[in-house]
Nanobody
């Protein structure tokens, strides 16, 4: 059974940084592309980043490119998202997933960017 547990969210001021983690279990993590998606208040799920099995290929939505960095540690079955230069529009619940549609996904971690 796929289990994904996100952590690391919180309240941060505009321009600040946060690092998210996603602990994965119940499936062959190292053989799966992994994804981060987010859901802002009142909006649908938005794909923001993906990474290939070995970590060599990464993709980003235009809204986060140049500010966010996705990475993974296959030995620890963990996915990461380093977020720098945070903006108010980055406020959302962030999820990791095994696909860009966000299904399945964990319980999410709230990121709030506000002064």
């Amino acid at each position: 059974q796929v289990q994904l547990v996100e952590s690391g969210g919180g309240l941060v001021q505009p321009g600040g940084s946060l690092g998210l983690s996603c602990a994965a279990s119940g499936f062959p993590f190292s053989r799966n592309w992994m994804y981060w998606v987010r859901q802002a208040p009142g909006k649908g799920l938005e794909w923001i980043s993906s990474i290939d099995t070995g970590g060599a290929t990464t993709n980003y939505a235009s809204s986060v490119k140049g500010r966010f960095t996705i990475s993974r540690d296959n030995a620890k079955n963990t996915l990461y998202l380093q977020m720098n230069g945070l903006k108010s529009e980055d406020t959302a619940v962030y999820y990791c997933s095994t696909n860009s549609l966000g299904v399945p996904r964990g319980q999410g971690t709230q990121v709030t960017v506000s002064s």
